[in-house]
């Protein structure tokens, strides 16, 4: 059995010992090493959902029939449906499957919620495991020459993928750093100072990361969901009138962030308004609606394959084209050049890949996944299931998401998959433990009266 001291014991659901062990193994390799070592983190992750699919189908009684279960049989049926009808409508453009883990792999999170156990300290130990593994990866990966490149105005991307993953995870460890340092550096009495030294160095790491990366959608999210978080945290302190304590923290960190900032201004003010100025004329011909004569810059290109999109949305607006759809467009859309053909296959918009893959039945599908998390995230918060910073984290995280994934599809790639998983997975866990609690639903039809 593991260590209760280091693994607390589920809230959720029990399964046998030794699996407990196996899964909370897999799932702990899988959000330390996936990577930083994929080697062993992403047949860890598979490992993770599988046995956590079927643990909850065995022993997770009251859990089976919640939503996300539901939700994986809509995700698999609707893109089983696009698949159906796009081979009697475009056979020679559909693949030889229905490739079901377009949509399935983002119900990961129901085998990583059900090995986190409904625990918060289950949850935090391996959100932070993650950030670790990650901040060690960029120089693992990445190299220090890599590092020297970017402190001298070259963009970089840490060796992840390509230059605007390694930027997103960088702003959600930044966002987690930042909600949760009260909880990082003034929870107990024990080495409180070098837990304050270890925030401060892995938040200015973040901070010079994120701006070395050089991904504009980064800095707009962070833009946006830092100031949603502080305004929650704010509103919330002053309702239970407890503005001194929370306001302490929360003007701490305003002050840290404009001492970031300035310093970042400093080192990197020309990298930075070279980079936001790129686009200017791209802004100029939107503003002034003329598309034809917008250039295929960096944005550019994202504003024509997006009208190039939806053209072919309209066409099957319902069920879409399947999962290859989103290729379809960039290949077979005649006025897009050849530049963007050779040398693109996605649309850079995770919402309009699904829209176009699956039509509004997908789109629907996403939609209700992530009305179901929100309500459940706010009904587990009120219950006092939820902790507050987690609550607010997850909170920031949707609005930081919602942003990103405009202008990058990365839940279409392994990093959003991973981050995609681990934080909803968290919130899910501990929407699950308020259900069992509580004996309620998220979402449930009031009772008929008789008459």
Known sequence: MLNSRLWEPSDIGRSPGALVVVGAMALLLYGTLRVLWPAVGSPAGSLTALLGLIAVLAWGKGLRSTGPLWLLLLAIAVQVLSWVLGYFHHPEWVSSNPEVDRLAKLFIFIGVAWWLGGSSRNTLLVWGLAVLGYLIASFVHGGLDEWRKGLEGVRTGFGIRNKQHGSMLFGVALLGLVVFARRIMMSGTRWVPWRCIGWGIALVIC??????????????????????????????????????????????????????????????????????????????????????????????????????????????????????????????????????????????????????????????VIAALALWIGRGTWLAWRAGVLPNDMALFGAAFFVYWMIVNQFESYNSFWTGVYVHNLVVGGLVTHIWRWQLDTGRRVFSWPRRRGL
């Open 207 to 364: 901070v010079v990361a994120i701006a070395i990366g050089q991904t504009r959608a980064v800095w707009l999210a962070l833009a946006v969901s830092l100031p949603v978080a502080v305004l929650i945290l704010l509103l919330w302190a002053s309702r239970h009138g407890m503005g001194r304590r929370i306001l302490r923290p929360v003007i701490g960190g305003v002050i840290v962030g404009m001492v970031l900032l300035l310093l970042g201004g400093v080192f990197f003010g020309g990298t930075l308004s070279e980079r936001l100025e790129k686009e200017s004329g791209v802004v100029t011909e939107l503003l002034q609606g003329d598309l034809e004569a917008v250039p295929y810059s960096s944005i550019g290109i994202r504003i024509h394959t997006w009208v190039a999109a939806g053209e072919w949305i309209a066409e099957r607006p319902l069920v879409g084209w399947g999962g290859e759809g989103r290729g379809l467009v960039i290949d077979h859309t005649p006025w897009l050049p050849d530049s963007v053909k050779a040398n693109f296959g996605h649309l850079h918009n995770f919402f309009l890949e699904v829209w176009v893959a699956y039509g509004v039945f997908g789109l629907g």
